[in-house]
């Protein structure tokens, strides 16, 4: 299916409205040719003339097999796919009074989230009269941004959109490659952890 949605973007043969065109590709010698002389070229390679780029002058085309030039525009945009790394952003919704209890929580997944390449956009939502609270909001924005300083950037500081006031943040290169350090040895594991659990 996707290739017939590429197939209208590129005109062939005698589609091809220019008089003369210049040709580029391997078994060609790279050159301007008049339209007729073009074609009768790729006819005897048995391939079509695709014109890759219209808005030349002349026209820019490569003489190659058509369903072939196709396969291989899709495999290059799904290559192209491939590099952009999908980021996900993670929300993390706070009250503008939340508790030590919920904050360490929250915190608590954050930092995973960053861990793993995700974006944090973390915002205080007040209801009814709470947004009488918005510094109280801030200040809780800020100090999450400020305890998650190890693990990301902050790519907008705290903003007042209706009811929501939010920050967003971005993991550091540093924080995701974590994962891969070496860990401490495994003694020290045990207490590192218990440690943990006591500040929760």
Not at 152 to 169: F, N, S, Y
């Amino acid at each position: 299916m996707k290739n017939d949605s590429l197939k209208g973007q590129h005109r062939i043969n005698e589609q091809i409205r220019a008089k003369e065109v210049r040709i580029v590709g391997d078994e060609v010698e790279p050159k301007v040719y008049p339209i007729a002389q073009a074609l009768r070229l790729a006819e005897e390679h048995e391939a079509d003339l695709v014109e890759i780029s219209p808005n030349a002058q002349p026209p820019v085309c490569r003489i190659i097999d058509y369903s072939k030039f196709l396969y291989q525009l899709k495999k290059r945009q799904k290559e192209q796919k491939a590099k952009q790394v999908k980021v996900n952003v993670k929300e993390i919704r706070f009250g503008p009074q939340t508790d030590d209890h919920d904050y360490n929580f929250k915190l608590k997944h954050a930092k995973g989230f960053l861990e793993d390449g995700d974006k944090v956009k973390a915002y205080v939502f007040f209801k009814g009269r709470s947004i009488l609270f918005k510094e109280q909001g801030e200040v809780l924005l800020l100090r999450f941004a400020n305890d998650l300083e190890d693990y990301a950037k902050v790519d907008q500081m705290p903003v007042l959109e209706g009811k929501r006031m939010t920050i967003q943040l971005s993991p550091k290169k540093a924080a995701a490659s974590k994962k891969s350090v070496a860990p401490k040895p495994a003694e020290d594991a045990p207490k590192v952890a218990s440690a943990e659990t006591e500040g929760e």
